[in-house]
C-alpha cells in the first residue's frame, strides 16, 4: 500500500469533512449574501425544469442511497433477510437508475447554461467548476455498474462498507481495506470526498438552506389578531 493511497483514503476523507464543515460554517458566518442558489429561472426557463427535477431526484436519491447502504452494518441487512448478493443486487439496480436520471438532468442544465447567452453571462468558474465535477462523479459511479454486476457475490460492496465504517468510527487501518479494489471505485470515491471539499465555495451551499426548510414544518403556529381601528 503506497503513501499515497495512505492519504487519499485515510487521510483525505478527514480533510474534506473539516472543510466541508468549516468552510460552510466560516461562509455563513462572512458571506451570508452569497448564500444562495443563484438561481437564473428569471433568465430562461426553456430545459430547466426537466433538468433540475431529475437531476435533485437523482443525486439526492444517490446520496441517501450511499448513507444508508454505506454505514449500515451486514449484520442489519442479515437481520432483515438480505443476503450480500440481494443487497448488491438493489445497489445496482437503484444506484443505476438514479444515476441515470442525475446524469440526464445534469446534462440538460449544463447544455442550458452553455447554450443560453444571458445565463452563460451571469455564470461563474465555480459554476462550471461544480458541474464538470458532478458529471465526472456520475459517469465513474455508473461506470462501477458493470463491475458490480461481474462480481455479484457481493464481496467488494462488503469490502467499500467496511472502509466507510472505519472512517467513520476513526479507524486507522481503514485505506487497507481498499488496497486492492478496482482504480474505477477508487477514483469515484476520490471525486464524491472533493465534492465535500468544494462545496463550501460554490452555490451548493444552498443544500444547508434546503435541509433547514424542513423544520418549517414543524414550527408552532403564528397566531395573527387583528387590531380594530383607533386601539
Avoid at 503513501?3 to 478527514?14: D, S, V
Avoid at 438532468?105 to 447554450?115: A, E, Y
Avoid at 455498474?145 to 457475490?153: G, N, R
Amino acid at each position: 500500500m503506497s503513501m499515497t493511497h495512505q492519504f487519499i483514503f485515510g487521510i483525505y476523507p478527514y480533510l474534506c469533512g473539516v472543510i466541508f464543515l468549516l468552510g460552510s460554517l466560516l461562509r455563513f458566518d462572512r458571506e451570508q449574501y452569497s448564500w444562495r442558489s443563484e438561481s437564473s429561472q428569471m433568465l430562461a426557463t426553456g430545459t430547466l425544469r426537466w433538468g433540475s427535477d431529475l437531476f435533485h431526484v437523482g443525486v439526492i436519491g444517490l446520496f441517501f442511497g450511499h448513507f444508508v447502504g454505506m454505514l449500515t452494518p451486514p449484520e442489519v441487512f442479515h437481520a432483515l433477510g438480505v443476503t450480500a448478493p440481494q443487497k448488491q443486487l438493489l445497489a445496482v439496480i437503484a444506484g443505476g437508475t438514479l444515476g441515470t436520471f442525475g446524469l440526464f438532468g445534469l446534462v440538460l442544465l449544463i447544455q442550458r447554461r452553455l447554450s443560453v447567452p444571458r445565463v452563460r453571462a451571469t455564470s461563474r468558474r465555480r459554476d462550471f467548476l461544480v458541474l464538470f465535477w458532478l458529471l465526472a462523479t456520475l459517469l465513474l459511479g455508473l461506470s462501477t455498474v458493470p463491475l458490480s454486476l461481474e462480481h455479484s457475490d457481493g464481496a467488494t460492496m462488503l469490502t467499500l462498507m467496511a472502509w466507510a465504517r472505519h472512517i467513520v468510527t476513526f479507524q486507522g487501518d481503514a485505506a487497507s481495506l481498499i488496497a486492492n479494489v478496482s482504480p474505477v471505485f477508487k477514483l469515484h470515491m476520490f471525486m464524491g470526498m472533493s465534492l465535500f471539499a468544494i462545496f463550501p465555495f460554490t452555490r451548493l451551499v444552498h443544500v444547508w438552506s434546503g435541509f433547514a426548510a424542513a423544520t418549517y414544518v414543524a414550527r408552532p403556529w403564528q397566531i395573527v389578531r387583528s387590531r380594530k381601528m383607533g386601539l
